[in-house]
């Protein structure tokens, strides 16, 4: 009796020191998610508001939406033009990435061969390759293949710099599978082929969703390449466009907070529906039944 009334002492002790500690936890995390996305907040609403309204009260929400700003943004910097190319470079590399990066992976997650060892370290060296160091290389090769000024010329560089992280993921996460479900693909008849399209790709989902993510967020943020390896300004980027337009409509703040909501809207609609296979994407792989 005096020892059940001891431990539930004890219990009610480290309850009593846990619960503070975990409030502690969750306040230190919101007030680092108020952070964030404060001036994500702030930005939508300015965007909504006159340029007056921006120089007389710029923390101050809007007294009226304007949503003609948007459609300023999206005709006259141009701002349409430059998104959908980036929405078609983005899209094409990911595509390419995710269709290769998966059939190499599963090669090198489920199939014993004498230079898998030493092909995984190939594309693990090329993670710790500095990408901007090789940017003169690239812009000579490109010339040389006469594809400067087309989309083509930064798609493959997108899809080459994500190959080494998307085969790290994919690789490790196909490896965590049990051998049994090929097995009894394998003696009911399934191809190899079949049994990587019907059944891996589908169960790599949430690892497919982390690649997704973290491809797309590189190659419509990416500048440095954008710059150099296309000059015509009918197949510019977004992020070349913003800088563009923030050098040609410097004090039109209303017009510069659209487009950069616009710039934003995309990746923050990808991660809202992809989030759930984040975190589960990233660590399931490292599990083993």
């Given amino acids: 009796m005096n020892s059940n009334i001891v431990v539930k002492k004890g219990l009610t002790t480290r309850i009593t020191k846990v619960r503070p500690l975990r409030a502690l936890f969750y306040i230190i995390l919101i007030l680092f998610g108020l952070l964030n996305i404060y001036p994500l907040i702030w930005m939508a609403l300015t965007s909504f508001k006159t340029n007056q309204q921006i120089s007389t009260n710029t923390f101050s929400l809007p007294t009226s939406f304007h949503f003609?700003?948007?459609a300023h943004a999206w005709k006259t910097a141009n701002i349409g033009t430059y998104f959908i190319n980036s929405a078609f470079v983005a899209i094409i590399s990911i595509i390419v990435t995710v269709l290769l990066g998966a059939m190499a992976a599963y090669i090198l997650a489920k199939f014993k061969f004498k230079l898998r060892g030493f092909i995984y370290t190939l594309f693990m060296f090329g993670m710790l390759i500095p990408v901007h160091s090789l940017l003169v290389p690239l812009f000579i090769q490109m010339r040389f293949l006469h594809l400067l000024n087309t989309r083509w010329a930064l798609i493959f560089p997108y899809v080459a710099f994500a190959f080494p992280i998307t085969i790290f993921i994919l690789e490790s996460f196909m490896r965590a599978f049990p051998n049994?479900?090929?097995?009894?693909?394998?003696?009911?008849?399934?191809?190899?082929p079949r049994l990587f399209l019907k059944i891996i790709l589908p169960m790599t989902r949430p690892a497919i969703a982390t690649v997704v993510i973290l491809d797309f967020l590189n190659n419509w943020n990416?500048?440095?390449f954008a710059l150099v390896l296309v000059s015509n300004d009918k197949?510019?980027?977004?992020?070349?466009g913003l800088v563009?337009?923030?050098?040609?409509?410097?004090?039109?703040?209303?017009?510069?907070?659209?487009a950069m909501v616009i710039s934003a809207l995309p990746t923050i609609i990808l991660y809202f529906f992809l989030q759930d296979y984040i975190i589960k994407g990233m660590t399931q792989g490292a599990l083993k039944d």
């Fill in 235 to 240: 197949l510019k980027t977004l992020p070349i």
């Fill in 68 to 70: 003609e700003n948007y």
């Fill in 244 to 258: 563009n337009f923030i050098g040609g409509f410097s004090s039109d703040y209303a017009q510069m907070m659209a």
């Fill in 222 to 224: 990416e500048f440095a």
């Fill in 180 to 192: 049994d479900i090929e097995e009894a693909a394998v003696i009911d008849g399934c191809s190899i």
